[in-house]
């Protein structure tokens, strides 16, 4: 990696900063406090599960590191352990933490007996706590959806129609399933000033009842669309990015499940319409090719006649 002033101003710049990661869509927020211990529950949650581990490891070492100091404050406060010996007094705090007790090592004076309890307490809290954090962590309902790796224009009913492609990747119904879409365009004034603008994208259908299978969402570029006049290459220039939020009622969990999806302007497509992702099988039942939510063709040629589970012949009957 080569390093210039550019480059280096940049980093110093970035200093203090916080990421804020929306679908794959970064923000950077400058003066927002990345811990706090009034909101640690947060900011436990929000950690990825390497780091979630490692700061669980971090903070049980530290723990007991402290207390095996304590221990050897007073030489003789545990029977059995080595004078001066950081390890014996290290293992005998990662025993009485786990309160296992093995009897070779047990504390002998009043000042052992004081720290070794403390130790307890301070242990049992500790335990509950990541009791709380873990269960917490492993029940908290996931939305399993796939998404097209790119957004598409194409013509649908004669119209330009900007298209996504959703799946429902688990086994289970999500129930009244919303979405909505948002664009995201960035312009620069002539006193170059960065304005950032944010447009809602009104979809001819953001709720499904049931999502069992796979979804196109689909927005009409007409004159009262913010897409109106876009190409690839002014969406470019524009730095245009799609945000689609996604939720839903997952009745397995019993539960709301909620994502998020960013798309920027290289992944916006223009000519380009989804390939057959729905068939039918040899009885007559519906079959969704999750591998190929994401397929794309020339938009040439009469429309698919499944455009996703909802059949476009049936919408076009409403």
Request: aromatic share 10%; glycine share 8%; hydrophobic share 45%.
């Amino acid at each position: 990696m080569i390093w210039n002033r550019s480059r280096l101003r940049a980093v110093i710049a970035n200093v203090g900063t916080t990421q804020l990661v929306i679908g794959g869509y970064t923000l950077c927020l400058k003066g927002v406090q990345r811990f706090s211990f009034r909101d640690s529950y947060h900011a436990l949650l929000a950690l990825s599960w390497p780091h979630f581990l490692l700061t669980l490891l971090l903070a049980h070492a530290g723990m007991n590191v402290l207390f095996a100091l304590l221990y050897l404050l007073q030489p003789g406060a545990v029977a059995n352990a080595a004078p001066g010996s950081f390890l014996a007094c290290f293992f005998f705090s990662l025993e009485t933490w786990a309160t296992v007790g093995y009897g070779d090592m047990h504390p002998v004076t009043l000042y052992g007996h004081i720290v070794a309890g403390v130790e307890m307490l301070v242990s049992m809290a500790f335990t509950a706590l990541l009791t709380g954090l873990l269960f917490v962590r492993f029940a908290r309902p996931k939305a399993n959806i796939r998404y097209a790796d790119s957004a598409v224009v194409a013509s649908h009913q004669g119209q330009p129609t900007l298209m996504i492609r959703i799946a429902n990747g688990r086994r289970s119904l999500l129930y009244n399933a919303e979405a909505h879409l948002n664009l995201l365009l960035t312009r620069v004034t002539g006193e170059n000033e960065v304005i950032r603008r944010v447009f809602e994208l009104r979809l001819t259908r953001s709720r499904l009842p049931i999502f069992s299978m796979s979804w196109v969402l689909m927005h009409r570029i007409d004159k009262t669309s913010p897409l109106h006049g876009y190409d690839e290459a002014k969406l470019a220039a524009h730095d245009a990015r799609l945000l689609l939020g996604v939720e839903a009622h997952d009745t397995t969990v019993a539960a709301e499940v909620v994502d998020m999806k960013s798309y920027d302007s290289e992944h916006i497509l223009f000519g380009r319409r989804y390939g057959v992702s729905v068939s039918l099988d040899a009885l007559g039942r519906p079959l969704v090719d999750l591998t190929a939510v994401g397929n794309t063709e020339p938009d040439v040629g009469p429309e698919p006649e499944f455009w996703g589970w909802e059949d476009r012949n049936w919408r076009d009957s409403d």
